[in-house]
């Protein structure tokens, strides 16, 4: 039996949260799609969904700064995967490495994502 993902899209443009839809529904395996425009809906998405397995998080949103979303999802949520769909120049580092509670990011480039890692 496949075990469901689920997956939390938290950007706030909606050709960005569409286009993310669109691969998560290629890939072979079933999933259940969460979505946020914004940092304030994920967190509440996050209280009250503690069986999410991915969040995907644009790191510059209307309602946050840089990684204080990313942080507090991680506290609230500290076994949940974060990888950060941001501009390159939102983050220091593809890997995660440099990124608190990232395990990896996907960086945003002229319409096309290539992954690190």
């Known amino acids: ?3 469901r993902m689920k997956v939390l899209v938290v950007d706030d443009h909606p050709l960005i949260r569409e286009a993310l839809r ?4 290629e890939l072979d395996t079933q999933f259940e799609l969460l979505e946020s425009a914004d940092s ?3 967190l509440g998405i996050a209280a009250s969904h503690a069986d999410i ?3 995907l998080l ?3 949103l209307p309602d946050s ?3 204080s979303t990313l942080e507090e999802l991680s506290r609230c949520r500290p076994a949940t ?11 220091q580092s593809g890997d995660g490495s440099h990124t608190p ?12 994502w290539r992954c690190r890692g």
Do not use: W, Y
């Not at 669109?22 to 529904?25: D, G, K, R, W």
């Not at 509670?101 to 096309?112: D, F, L, V």
């Open 1 to 3: 039996m496949l075990t």
């Open 22 to 25: 669109n691969v998560l529904a």
């Open 40 to 42: 304030a809906g994920a």
């Open 53 to 55: 397995d991915l969040v």
């Open 58 to 60: 644009d790191l510059n």
């Open 65 to 67: 700064e840089g990684f």
């Open 81 to 91: 995967a974060g990888v950060i769909c941001s501009a390159p120049q939102d983050h």
């Open 101 to 112: 509670g990232a395990a990896r990011s996907i960086p945003k480039r002229c319409g096309t």
